[in-house]
DNA sequence: CTTATTTGTCTAGTTATATAGACAACTGTA
DNA sequence: TACAGTTGTCTATATAACTAGACAAATAAG
């Protein structure tokens, strides 16, 4: 017998379709242990019960997680989930993408999609410290994880002060080394602020996310040791791809 | 002439209803200026016009938006948010519940609603570096801003180490005093782990959300000053309601 | 009072969702 | 081979969601 989860509560006349309302709840399910240990789920005829629904809604919800390529199913045999894993990225005072993710054995790459030197708008200004107006780089990238596309990021860097750091970015592919490459040593996490929002088409278009499903975003502002704010980020982190891990450093002495 | 914010991005044949899609957009989008100064909204016409739909679409999202409390409609006159702003909840090594939103000037009240002593699960255990089936207080409860619920709350401690706290709690009414009553003085954060989900039924029902709407879920561990665990605990917060702010430490020395 | 603008209500028709039932096609096993 | 269990496909019907158009009712301004 497969796997009995607790799959229960859809809703209707919410103006979410039961079909999507299952391919979430069986999404979500996956990570904490929805499918046996081969991965099989439970019958389309099993989970309509389940669920309370028709085996047909089951099946809409089952093609559109086969088309995310989260589920695989075969004829005669059952339905199967092909990635069951969910990622973990740590936000500390050294937070750095491709170094976060080498630690769980994950190939994590940052693609540069695209630059431009634009003039600061006033949310940039005021994280970076800079007066209003002044140019600044902005750079758009797309965070990959075992070649799925798990985040994106758009962020702010002070033109003046690091008027190579695109060169650099390009040529190295990290935001580290290329500080480093504008005589940046070093720099720190200061503030991280989170929010959660249902995914934009362009999310959906650019991490291949499945619509209705949810952005996790942060904004960060990363500073030199001096303090001195050095970048200013937000990403948008797939809910369904990354769970965010706060380590709180060891001694906390803010006012 | 009311405000014009880009407000494009619904899609079809999603699974979710064009007019969810919508109010989820105008509930999002009014945290970020949508409406003018005096709260007051583009008319259906126009916003019709900008999402590309006809205009009952975009009256079924303000009417759900209504039932929901934040805008109010006036025939002759216009649609006008009610409260616009979000509240943030900052995450440090010392985050307590009341303290952190009186900061913000929000009357906050964490609100026992039931209790029991269970048998430490799987996730409780580990968490609390206890043994599986060792007796556990869990307790949950709902987090109040101004009259608005903002998150809910399920929280395990050491029955063992606490015999006393149940009580202390009900008194009290605040984990802090209760934790002061038995012994403990001083108590910091350990880790947090972020996530986010659609509102489950029984999301909706306690925090009074509506359908389709985003949860941000902590798991915390607090511990005491020798780095023993005393307190894991899961809350959901309304995301439409709340932020989550991050403040690292000043020294961040883990491996 | 008149007019333009706005939200509120009604009817009608189309498309997307959901249910119901039947049966075909495929798989593994007895 | 026979059978139970599974996914795949088909038809039919009912309900929710969306579009279209018209007009009423309230408001504010000339």
């Known amino acids: 017998m497969a796997s009995e989860i607790m799959l229960r509560g859809v809703g209707r006349r919410t103006g979410i379709a039961l079909w999507r309302q299952i391919a979430d709840a069986i999404r979500a399910g996956i990570s904490s242990g929805l499918g046996d240990e081969t991965g099989k789920l439970p019958s389309e005829t099993e989970l309509a019960e389940q669920f309370g629904v028709n085996r047909h809604?089951?099946?809409?919800?089952?093609?559109?997680?086969?088309?995310?390529?989260?589920?695989?199913?075969?004829?005669?045999?059952?339905?199967?989930?092909?990635?069951?894993?969910?990622?973990?990225?740590?936000?500390?005072?050294?937070?750095?993408?491709?170094?976060?993710?080498?630690?769980?054995?994950?190939?994590?790459?940052?693609?540069?999609?695209?630059?431009?030197?634009?003039?600061?708008?006033?949310?940039?200004?005021?994280?970076?410290?800079?007066?209003?107006?002044?140019?600044?780089?902005?750079?758009?990238?797309?965070?990959?994880?075992?070649?799925?596309?798990?985040?994106?990021t758009t962020a702010w860097f002070d033109h003046a002060r690091f008027p190579d750091l695109l060169s650099h970015l390009k040529t190295t592919n990290s935001v580290t080394k290329a500080f480093a490459a504008s005589g940046l040593d070093d720099y720190v996490r200061q503030s991280t602020l989170i929010e959660a929002y249902h995914a934009t088409l362009d999310d959906i278009e650019i991490m291949g996310l499945s619509p209705g499903s949810i952005v996790l975003v942060t904004h960060a502002v990363n500073a030199d040791l001096d303090g001195r704010p050095v970048e200013y980020s937000k990403t948008r982190f797939s809910a369904d791809r990354v769970n965010l891990q706060i380590e709180l450093g060891s001694n906390a002495a803010e006012d």
């Open 57 to 152: 809604t089951v099946r809409s919800a089952i093609s559109a997680l086969v088309n995310e390529g989260i589920l695989r199913a075969e004829q005669g045999r059952g339905t199967f989930v092909i990635s069951p894993s969910r990622l973990t990225y740590p936000i500390t005072r050294r937070t750095r993408f491709s170094a976060s993710l080498a630690e769980q054995g994950q190939r994590g790459v940052s693609r540069l999609i695209s630059h431009d030197i634009i003039e600061a708008h006033r949310d940039v200004a005021t994280s970076l410290d800079l007066e209003e107006g002044v140019p600044v780089l902005q750079i758009n990238s797309v965070g990959t994880s075992d070649d799925t596309p798990v985040s994106r």
